[in-house]
């Protein structure tokens, strides 16, 4: 028996589910129908604030639009200003300091869209803001760089204004910069924003939740990126229209075990579980030379699992020890050249559980007390 999905949040009936793996057609207007979250105008409480927002792995094997966690040590910054010269209402991107092709056009760039989402949502309309956008994450890389762009983006526009917007409602933000570029999918922008794992339990309407990872627990990721880009869009189109029964219920139970482990703190778990996706990593896997390779050199040298991160080319693997996890992130980075032809480049890095923040500010002066 098949499952064939258009939609991984809207069953047509009991048996059969659509799923179409093609993002859903972006559509984004100045004038977006998100909901105004405060009755007044609010008044900048900083002239200029600044941001960082981690990088992010999604999916996590089974958990393909659901599942996500934020990394440590990664990630994009924001330096966001109050600006006379930028039309009220408006954002202005004055520098990108990064990748060249990225545009400098708000209604073109994750952080000019979610800055203009975050606004909206606030009612701000008699300021104009200028944004400068420092990556710290590569482009199509499976580490969400347009997610932490948008959610630096929205965070700071939320911190600009007194941070009124609840967690949900900045994820709401940073979904319509991710929809213009990705796909309609909260499993980067969540955990980029909120920190820790998220789990995605509805998209209409958004429901997110927080999964505690016990803190007094060793957790360690192994992120090996080699010199290839997979764009998201690319990697999602070579999914498949239809998924077998045996396969569905398989992943759902390794969704569901991944779920526990992080719960219980078991890093053991959650590799067995993150490296058990029947539906996704198999097609998405040779796609990037070498990765199969990688995940099977990965758990021989002792990781817990491997798979992609993302929609890829970086691989992840699972350890609870740092010394291990380097030993085993150069073993990867020789089986992507070995297998792949691909250079690469390893890092261990630990959960982060803070997600995005303010990291700099500058009070407005009629916030200064004499």
Not at 36 to 45: H, I, M, R, S
Not at 139 to 144: A, M, Q
Not at 347 to 366: E, N
Request: aromatic fraction near 6%; charge should be neutral.
């Amino acid at each position: 028996m098949a499952i064939c999905f258009s939609s991984a949040v809207k069953p047509a009936n009991h048996f059969t589910v659509f799923f179409n793996p093609a993002p859903k057609k972006p559509i984004f207007k100045c004038s977006c129908s998100l909901p105004t979250v405060t009755t007044t105008e609010p008044e900048p409480v900083f002239t200029s604030v600044k941001t960082f927002a981690p990088a992010t792995v999604a999916n996590l094997g089974p958990g393909f639009d659901f599942l996500g966690c934020a990394v440590d040590g990664l990630g994009d910054y924001v330096s966001l200003k109050v600006d006379p010269s930028v039309h009220p209402g408006e954002v202005s991107i004055s520098e990108v300091i990064g990748p060249s092709k990225l545009s400098k056009n708000p209604l073109w760039n994750c952080a000019g869209i979610a800055a203009i989402s975050a606004m909206k949502m606030l009612g701000v309309r008699s300021v104009g803001l200028s944004l400068s956008l420092e990556k710290g994450l590569p482009l199509g890389s499976g580490l969400g760089s347009s997610a932490a762009s948008a959610a630096a983006a929205a965070v700071a526009v939320n911190e600009m204004f007194g941070n009124k917007l609840l967690p949900d409602e900045l994820v709401l933000a940073g979904l319509e910069s991710e929809a213009k570029v990705s796909g309609y999918h909260a499993d980067n922008i969540a955990p980029a924003i909120m920190g820790g794992f998220v789990l995605i339990r509805s998209y209409e309407p958004l429901d997110l939740m927080r999964l505690n990872f016990p803190e007094k627990k060793q957790l360690l990721f192994v992120l090996v990126t080699p010199e290839f880009e997979a764009p998201t869009k690319k990697m999602r189109a070579a999914l498949p229209a239809e998924v077998g029964m045996p396969h569905h219920i398989w992943n759902c139970s390794q969704a569901g075990a991944l779920v526990a482990a992080v719960l219980n703190g078991d890093p053991v778990g959650l590799g067995k579980a993150l490296s058990s996706d029947k539906i996704v990593e198999p097609k998405r896997a040779p796609l990037i030379p070498g990765m199969e390779a990688v995940k099977k050199v990965a758990v021989e040298a002792g990781a817990y699992g491997c798979t992609i991160s993302g929609a890829g080319p970086t691989a992840v693997a699972v350890v609870d020890n740092e010394e291990k996890g380097k030993v085993i992130g150069e073993k990867m980075v020789e089986a992507f050249w070995k297998e792949g032809n691909l250079k690469a480049v390893s890092m261990v890095k630990r959960l982060d559980r803070v997600g995005a923040r303010l990291v700099g500010s500058v009070p407005s002066q009629m916030n200064v007390k004499i």
